[in-house]
């Protein structure tokens, strides 16, 4: 039983260039969350996705960053524009309904660097 | 909101020791709360968490969490480290749909 999935594992690009993070759930989880993690800090909360909503975004900055959970396919984070301070560690998440089950299980992660 | 706190940023024990990993909580109504590791260049992987019941909850890897009302703690512990448990400690509470994480401790298990 395949877990979280997340591509690619590591990404380097330019500053003004656009990232896309993508993340598979795990089979039977339709609920997805992205967290960053940046150098000797703890994870942040960014965005809470079902299939086709955003349910909770109040972690996601208001510019640059976007998020999606289509229908078909995988979930995307996509940051337009990086700078420096983009540079982290984003980390997908999904569950089936957190209220009824109260566990995260997490992808290996998307190290980021922008140059 | 709901939050948690880890007062310590880095733990040092040795090899044999029990160990103790230390976690605050502020919540309003009943709290679910969780521990999570983080392996280096890996995902968190969960440990425990405590929804209800026992204050006494065991979990992976013989790691154990006391739920203390009375000082809204919920410590991480286990009584005989070893040097594989050196990894990054993440206490967490459940935020209507989310988990909020604390700042994480790093735990060094000395040989």
């Known amino acids: 039983n395949a877990g979280v999935m997340q591509n690619p594992r590591h990404l380097v690009r330019r500053r003004g260039q656009e990232a896309r993070l993508r993340c598979s759930p795990m089979?039977?989880?339709?609920?997805v969350y992205w967290y960053r993690q940046l150098p000797e800090e703890g994870l942040k909360f960014m965005v809470y996705?079902?299939?086709?909503?955003?349910?909770?975004e109040s972690g996601m900055p208001k510019e640059r960053f976007s998020a999606e959970f289509p229908k078909e396919g995988p979930s995307i984070l996509r940051i337009q524009q990086v700078v420096r301070g983009d540079s982290a560690a984003y980390f997908c998440?999904?569950?089936?309904?957190?209220?009824?089950?109260?566990?995260?299980?997490f992808g290996e992660g998307s190290r980021l660097t922008v140059l | 909101a709901q939050s948690v706190a880890q007062p310590e940023d880095q733990v040092n024990v040795a090899e044999g020791n029990p160990l103790t990993v230390k976690c605050t909580y502020s919540?309003?109504?009943?709290?679910?709360l969780f521990w999570y590791v983080q392996y280096p260049n890996r995902g968190l992987q969960f440990l425990l968490k405590?929804?209800?019941?026992?204050?006494l909850v065991k979990g992976s890897y013989g790691f154990e969490a006391e739920f203390n009302k009375s000082q809204t703690s919920f410590h991480l512990k286990k009584p005989s480290a070893l040097v594989s448990d050196s990894a990054l400690y993440f206490c967490?509470?459940?935020?209507?749909?989310?988990?909020?994480f604390g700042t994480g401790t790093r735990l060094t298990i000395i040989p």
């Open positions: 998440a999904s569950s089936q309904r957190l209220a009824n089950t109260g566990e995260l299980f």
């Open positions: 089979k039977g989880h339709s609920h």
């Open positions: 996705l079902q299939k086709e909503n955003i349910i909770d």
């Open positions: 919540v309003s109504g009943n709290p679910y």
């Open positions: 405590y929804i209800t019941g026992d204050n």
């Open positions: 967490a509470v459940r935020d209507i749909e989310k988990l909020t």
